[in-house]
């Protein structure tokens, strides 16, 4: 499997509606609003690259994503 | 289904007190009318437990398209009944240790006082356990607001065991102390550490967990009446096999019942630390009042005072608790920093002083245009700064860092 990290910049007013669309997508483990540089900072796991491709595509295809920078996950220690 | 994160640990939580107070009012029936005997209590309840998960397990574990019934219900992570896994072991041998001794404990007090809301409340104190070990286990100094809010659920939990008769008993107060509370708090660290570890790079199960649980705990329970029975010449191993046969049913259920009871509770710390999960099912005292008086309706326990202070205890020590709960949950920060190393500088080094910051939850190594995510959760902004901004200003291969605080947050249950 392939963690990966969707950091999502979105233009002004259309926070709200484009996170409803990202709930109802798959492969999304979670969504987080934030404060800084970032607007939405999405955590999903796929099977493969290619199917990160395409979620990420998905997520560009919402309304009010201006710009995605994707962070594959290489190694992880977490509580 | 996403649902945010803190929503399905209240609700985990809370539905775990629920169940907790409806095992108390049985476990009150059962012990002054059919098993009045605690040690044998206890065993038939470990005894009985084993064949009802077992069966529950079986049944979880029906496939229905493709998924185990369990995972579609109780827990996502469920796929079936399986063995022990030799990792698991060590982790369930203390927390067994713990169940079987807490629950000994807990049946003798019941034993002593018959009332269930007056029971469940002293058990509350270990709340300030689990924060005092958490801090050293989980390189978490607990914050102000932490303890404040321990301390609050405390004092509450402790008003709210004055019993609606009056009546105050000291050698509850020993018993829980010195058994049941150092025997929870190994429990609950325990279980938490077996619900983070990964089986088959998957969360492990709280099904899982529970019956193994309840394996262990029967063992070890035998083992306790044994010695007991062996140093005083009683027979209540005996009792206990005697009393599983002649009231399978009433003990089958309050196990069947704090089966379901344990799952959530597991699955909840699972998600929050102990401390808090335990001050949410402080909650459990608050509803068993009203079983505490459908028993003393029946006559099985004395008949509650009209005492206008009782009373009025009875409420002050119910908003302590939930207040304390609602501090609990108001006061949680957690941020993402996007980090940025010069080159020339070990990944698993850094990786390393990374993890070692105090309030960091998750490090994880990527590629793309950042070198390092970090995930934090701290009480207070000013905790997130002197301890962890510090800390990363003092780590030389970091070149530059971003600090995002999560707003709001949705997770995949």
Same mark, same amino acid.
């Given at each position: 499997m392939i963690n990966a990290y969707i950091l999502t910049i979105m233009r002004p007013g259309q926070t709200d509606r484009a996170i409803k669309e990202m709930r109802k997508l798959g492969n999304i483990e979670k969504i987080s609003v934030v404060a800084g540089e970032y607007d939405i900072v999405i955590r999903v796991r796929v099977k493969s690259l290619g199917n990160l491709l395409k979620v990420t595509d998905k997520i560009q295809l919402i309304d009010g994503v201006k710009k995605t920078t994707t962070q594959v996950i290489e190694k992880e220690l977490a509580l | 289904m996403k649902i945010r994160r803190k929503y399905l640990f209240y609700i985990l939580a809370f539905t775990s007190a629920i169940i907790a107070a409806g095992v108390a009012a049985i476990d009150a029936v059962i012990s002054s009318v059919y098993i009045p005997n605690s040690l044998a209590?206890?065993?038939?309840?470990?005894?009985?437990?084993?064949?009802?998960?077992?069966?529950?397990?079986?049944?979880?574990?029906?496939?229905?398209?493709?998924?185990?019934?369990?995972?579609?219900?109780?827990?996502?992570?469920?796929?079936?009944?399986?063995?022990?896994?030799?990792?698991?072991?060590?982790?369930?041998?203390?927390?067994?240790?713990?169940?079987?001794?807490?629950?000994?404990?807990?049946?003798? /007090?019941? *034993? #002593?006082?018959?009332?269930?809301?007056?029971? &469940?409340?002293?058990?509350? $104190? @270990?709340? !300030?356990?689990?924060?005092?070990?958490?801090?050293?286990?989980?390189?978490?100094?607990?914050?102000?607001?932490?303890?404040?809010?321990?301390?609050?659920?405390?004092?509450?939990?402790? /008003?709210? *065991? #004055?019993?609606?008769?009056?009546?105050?008993? &000291?050698?509850?107060?020993? $018993? @829980?102390? !010195?058994?049941?509370?150092?025997?929870?708090?190994?429990?609950?660290?325990?279980?938490?550490?077996?619900?983070?570890?990964?089986?088959?790079k998957h969360p492990n199960d709280a099904l899982n967990i529970r019956f193994w649980n309840v394996i262990f705990a029967c063992l070890f329970t035998a083992i306790v009446v044994f010695i007991y029975d062996f140093i005083m010449g009683t027979s209540h191993i005996?009792?206990?096999?005697?009393?599983?046969?002649?009231?399978?049913?009433?003990?089958?259920?309050?196990?069947?019942?704090?089966?379901?009871?344990?799952?959530?509770?597991?699955?909840?710390?699972?998600?929050?630390?102990?401390?808090?999960?335990?001050?949410?099912?402080?909650?459990?005292?608050?509803?068993?009042?009203?079983?505490?008086?459908?028993?003393?309706?029946?006559?099985?326990?004395?008949?509650?005072?009209?005492?206008?202070?009782?009373?009025?205890?009875?409420?002050?020590?119910?908003?302590?608790?939930?207040?304390?709960?609602?501090?609990?949950?108001?006061?949680?920060?957690?941020?993402?920093?996007?980090?940025?190393?010069?080159?020339?500088?070990?990944?698993?080094?850094?990786?390393?002083?990374?993890?070692?910051?105090?309030?960091?939850?998750?490090?994880?190594?990527?590629?793309?245009y950042y070198d390092f995510i970090v995930k934090i959760r701290t009480r207070t902004l000013v905790k997130g700064y002197e301890k962890i901004i510090r800390k990363l200003d003092e780590i030389e291969a970091i070149k530059e860092y971003k600090w995002e605080s999560v707003l709001k947050e949705w997770e995949n249950i």
């Open positions: - | 209590f206890s065993f038939s309840c470990f005894l009985v437990g084993t064949l009802i998960s077992l069966l529950i397990l079986l049944i979880f574990s029906i496939p229905i398209k493709g998924k185990s019934l369990g995972s579609k219900i109780i827990d996502p992570s469920f796929k079936r009944l399986r063995l022990v896994r030799k990792e698991e072991i060590k982790y369930h041998i203390p927390a067994g240790i713990g169940n079987a001794i807490l629950t000994i404990g807990y049946l003798s /007090l019941l *034993s #002593i006082f018959g009332d269930p809301s007056t029971v &469940l409340p002293f058990s509350q $104190i @270990v709340i !300030l356990y689990l924060v005092l070990i958490e801090s050293i286990t989980e390189k978490n100094i607990p914050t102000l607001s932490e303890i404040q809010s321990s301390v609050i659920v405390t004092f509450g939990a402790m /008003l709210g *065991s #004055i019993s609606l008769t009056g009546i105050i008993n &000291l050698e509850s107060l020993a $018993i @829980v102390f !010195l058994v049941i509370n150092p025997a929870w708090v190994m429990f609950s660290i325990y279980q938490r550490k077996l619900k983070m570890m990964k089986i088959d005996l009792g206990g096999i005697t009393a599983s046969i002649e009231h399978f049913g009433w003990v089958a259920l309050t196990m069947g019942v704090t089966f379901f009871s344990y799952v959530f509770y597991i699955r909840a710390l699972g998600i929050g630390k102990a401390s808090v999960t335990q001050a949410v099912r402080a909650s459990t005292f608050l509803f068993a009042i009203p079983f505490s008086l459908m028993l003393s309706y029946f006559n099985i326990i004395p008949p509650f005072s009209t005492d206008p202070i009782m009373i009025l205890i009875k409420m002050i020590s119910t908003i302590l608790v939930i207040l304390g709960i609602v501090s609990f949950a108001l006061t949680l920060i957690k941020a993402y920093v996007f980090i940025n190393t010069k080159p020339g500088y070990p990944i698993e080094e850094i990786m390393q002083k990374l993890w070692e910051i105090g309030g960091v939850t998750r490090v994880t190594a990527t590629a793309g």
